[in-house]
């Protein structure tokens, strides 16, 4: 066990060290990360920080709408992945752990792990993990087994998708973690694909709440990790846009959007034609529950006769 360990930190410590690793390799770039950045020893003994009860009961009443949001998505992934010895996490935005579904069984060898509700797993705490790697990168990982920076991590596996904002911001991150010795790496990509999809749906639930009052336009988009949708008021006017729609549409990453008329978004040359899809399909059925009325279906969908005479014309609908 003590070579295997010393083993770790050597490999860790040879790939932090080297300029070209890091260049090469993201994995390589997140030990560098926590080696120089985060001032960390990959051969640290001593287990998890975690916030105190007062910390933790303050930030989930801060996360209190993603949590609402994200509770009946996280028993659902549990129901798939529980069996097989694994526990569903949720963070907030800086890696804490706010909730946790796991076996009855399973409960106390998770907390040994570190892996429960106060749980500090930021990259800056624990050095390359699922959660930390995920939030500093804003992508969907796998860290499997010896991918941790920590040695005493080494025997988990763990897959993570982060989770934005109704604004684009990095509200959280999902991850399924297991510690069974004969979890394999394709397994371990079956269980990702299933985190990144219950993560984009808690996306498009949090954007909808948020935009309750505002019709929704979703965009045809075969990207499984990207929630394309973007919020429109009566006036034809853009109220918001989920992550994935504003890099589409080069708007601001995050924050409130500037007064952006509807149709100059979705009728830019270089933008995705789901977009235009979705606006002429819902155009299309308005029309036709009107039974071409379009002084009636211009009431349906909120904007003005006159506005979507233009709507129709620019989508060439007759």
Same mark, same amino acid.
């Given at each position: 066990?003590?070579?295997?360990?010393?083993?770790?930190?050597?490999?860790?410590?040879?790939?932090?060290?080297?300029?070209?690793?890091?260049?090469?390799?993201?994995?390589?770039?997140?030990?560098?990360?926590?080696?120089?950045?985060?001032?960390?020893?990959?051969?640290?003994?001593?287990?998890?920080?975690?916030?105190?009860?007062?910390?933790?009961?303050?930030?989930?009443?801060?996360?209190?709408?993603?949590?609402?949001?994200?509770?009946?998505?996280?028993?659902?992934?549990?129901?798939?992945?529980?069996?097989?010895?694994?526990?569903?996490?949720?963070?907030?935005?800086?890696?804490?752990?706010?909730?946790?579904?796991?076996?009855?069984?399973?409960?106390?060898?998770?907390?040994?792990?570190?892996?429960?509700?106060?749980?500090?797993?930021?990259?800056?705490?624990?050095?390359?993990?699922?959660? %930390?790697?995920?939030? !500093? /990168?804003?992508?969907? @990982? =796998?860290?499997?087994?010896?991918?941790?920076?920590?040695?005493?991590?080494? &025997?988990?596996?763990?897959?993570?998708?982060?989770?934005?904002?109704?604004?684009?911001?990095?509200?959280?991150?999902?991850?399924?973690?297991?510690?069974?010795?004969?979890?394999?790496?394709?397994?371990?990509?079956?269980?990702?694909?299933?985190?990144?999809?219950?993560?984009?749906?808690?996306?498009?639930?949090?954007?909808?709440?948020?935009?309750?009052?505002?019709?929704?336009?979703?965009?045809?988009?075969?990207?499984?990790?990207?929630?394309?949708?973007?919020?429109?008021?009566?006036?034809?006017?853009?109220?918001?846009?989920?992550?994935?729609?504003?890099?589409?549409?080069?708007?601001?990453?995050?924050?409130?959007?500037?007064?952006?008329?509807?149709?100059?978004?979705?009728?830019?040359?270089?933008?995705?034609? %789901?977009?235009?899809? !979705? /606006?002429?399909?819902? @155009? =299309?059925?308005?029309?036709?529950?009107?039974?071409?009325?379009?002084?009636? &279906?211009?009431?349906?969908?909120?904007?003005?006769?006159?506005?979507?005479?233009?709507?129709?014309?620019?989508?060439?609908?007759?």
């Amino acid at each position: 066990m003590v070579a295997k360990v010393s083993g770790h930190v050597d490999r860790v410590l040879k790939a932090a060290t080297d300029p070209r690793a890091a260049a090469q390799s993201r994995l390589a770039a997140s030990w560098r990360r926590s080696l120089d950045h985060h001032g960390l020893n990959p051969a640290k003994e001593s287990g998890v920080e975690r916030v105190s009860p007062e910390a933790l009961t303050e930030r989930r009443d801060r996360a209190e709408a993603m949590l609402r949001i994200a509770a009946p998505k996280l028993d659902a992934l549990y129901q798939l992945v529980g069996s097989s010895g694994c526990g569903v996490l949720l963070t907030d935005a800086e890696g804490v752990v706010l909730d946790l579904r796991a076996a009855d069984g399973d409960v106390a060898v998770f907390d040994t792990w570190g892996l429960t509700p106060g749980a500090d797993w930021s990259e800056a705490s624990e050095g390359t993990n699922g959660i %930390g790697t995920c939030i !500093a /990168e804003s992508r969907r @990982v =796998i860290i499997h087994r010896e991918d941790h920076f920590h040695a005493r991590n080494t &025997a988990m596996s763990c897959m993570d998708a982060p989770i934005f904002g109704p604004e684009g911001e990095l509200i959280g991150a999902l991850d399924v973690s297991s510690a069974r010795a004969d979890q394999t790496e394709a397994f371990n990509r079956l269980i990702a694909a299933m985190v990144a999809q219950t993560a984009r749906q808690i996306e498009v639930d949090s954007f909808r709440a948020a935009f309750c009052g505002a019709r929704i336009i979703v965009a045809d988009n075969d990207d499984s990790e990207a929630a394309m949708l973007v919020a429109v008021d009566r006036d034809d006017l853009v109220l918001g846009a989920t992550r994935g729609a504003r890099k589409a549409f080069g708007l601001t990453s995050n924050g409130p959007i500037s007064s952006l008329p509807a149709s100059d978004l979705f009728g830019r040359d270089d933008g995705p034609t %789901g977009f235009e899809k !979705a /606006e002429r399909a819902a @155009v =299309i059925r308005a029309l036709s529950r009107a039974h071409g009325n379009v002084s009636e &279906a211009a009431r349906s969908l909120g904007v003005g006769r006159a506005t979507l005479y233009r709507r129709m014309k620019r989508l060439g609908i007759t």
